[in-house]
């Protein structure tokens, strides 16, 4: 018979653990949360806004990293573990609903900037107490969760309430040198008594995140044409829209995730943590980032082409939106580059020259019609994806 100090219990996980359903749970809240970062950077497209966006998208993704290190080494389908994703996914709830107004309340609402961070505070509160609970005997994790609690989560969280109480730009640069400093603060608390118990379950739960993102784009493609009627352009647009998302994601899991995951198989101890954090914790951050900017793009791009009330079709994007869309995907590329970079040690010509591209020819989207822009984009990817793998079945062929 199970008892209830047993069901409670936290329970270690094996090299061989894979992705749980418990943990499939709590992405759900992710997709929301992703989906509020692209309704905040929608709602004032510019260029300040697309960095106020991209510091609560550090901020949640920062959230959701410390999780998947902890479902790494405790199974998140026991009942002690279970319960603190619960509890984690209602205060991301939270956090997700004030995103939209996280930086100007809505008048007569919870004061929306101030509880975005208090939330956010008890996320990172909640995750340093379930790892302390995970391993008592593990002098060299409670260590380092000390140095975490001082230089990684306390200095950040101080600045979090600072900026809450600035409106504008101050609050969005305050929030910025405090994402800055959580950042860092990994290097500076150091790598002991953090462990990869599961390279396949690691790589498996990122991946996931970002199928999570490109999910999100898709979202995108079906709110931008919203409320309009379903025309050949706007079918035309949503089906390059989704040929953009399925490039990246086959870029991403045919050429970017394998090796990352084999040569953590092959590395123990300090080496295994370093690369994890370095390829996982860091490079996939603009993966997701460069997915949420393109989605933002193909949002208006469908919107423009949609409201044939207000646009006509040779009517090209403006603004950020025109860098967005292209913009995003070099991230994405040049985030693939770095990965597979810092995993083999080779660079990647063909990602490098695309991202590049893609990242500068923002000028050139606003004078091109908007349709046509997505249709290039489409092209391009898909190019670059021939051109990548052929590359590298080349290499592989001389190895």
Not at 102 to 121: I, M, Q
Not at 249 to 274: C, K, N, Q
Not at 347 to 352: A, F, I, K, N, Q
Request: aromatic letters at 8%.
């Amino acid at each position: 018979m199970t008892t209830h100090g047993e069901r409670a219990r936290l329970t270690p996980t094996a090299d061989d653990h894979k992705v749980t359903p418990a943990e499939l749970f709590f992405d759900l809240v992710f997709v929301y949360a992703i989906t509020q970062v692209t309704a905040l950077m929608a709602d004032h497209p510019t260029a300040l806004r697309l960095l106020g966006g991209m510091v609560v998208l550090a901020l949640l993704w920062w959230c959701w990293c410390c999780f998947a290190w902890l479902g790494n080494v405790v199974r998140a389908d026991s009942g002690g573990l279970f319960a603190v994703l619960v509890a984690v996914m209602a205060v991301v709830l939270i956090v997700s609903m004030t995103v939209p107004e996280v930086y100007g309340d809505a008048s007569g609402s919870l004061p929306a900037p101030l509880l975005f961070v208090l939330c956010y505070g008890a996320v990172r509160v909640l995750h340093l107490t379930t790892y302390w609970l995970s391993d008592p005997d593990d002098k060299a994790l409670r260590a380092t969760l000390r140095r975490t609690a001082l230089l990684s989560v306390l200095p950040p969280f101080a600045l979090l309430l600072l900026g809450a109480a600035f409106e504008g730009v101050p609050r969005i640069l305050i929030w910025l040198s405090a994402v800055a400093i959580d950042y860092a603060g990994i290097f500076i608390t150091g790598k002991s008594g953090w462990k990869v118990a599961s390279p396949a379950h690691f790589s498996e739960r990122h991946g996931l995140i970002v199928i999570i993102a490109l999910g999100e784009s898709i979202v995108a493609i079906g709110v931008g044409a919203t409320g309009s009627p379903v025309t050949v352009p706007v079918l035309v647009a949503a089906s390059l829209g989704l040929l953009v998302a399925a490039a990246l994601w086959h870029l991403y899991f045919h050429g970017v995730s394998e090796p990352p995951e084999h040569r953590l198989a092959e590395l123990t101890g300090d080496a295994r943590t370093v690369l994890a954090r370095d390829v996982y914790t860091f490079l996939h951050l603009p993966l997701v980032a460069g997915v949420v900017i393109t989605a933002l793009g193909m949002k208006k791009t469908l919107h423009q082409v949609a409201d044939t009330d207000h646009y006509g079709l040779s009517e090209p994007l403006h603004g950020m939106p025109a860098w967005a869309l292209a913009g995003g995907a070099g991230l994405f590329l040049l985030g693939s580059a770095a990965i597979l970079l810092r995993t083999t040690g080779r660079r990647s010509p063909s990602l490098l020259i695309g991202g590049t591209a893609c990242l500068a020819v923002g000028p050139a989207v606003t004078l091109i019609p908007a349709l046509a822009a997505l249709a290039a984009l489409a092209a391009t990817l898909t190019g670059l994806l021939l051109l990548h793998g052929r590359t590298t079945g080349e290499r592989e062929t001389r190895r």
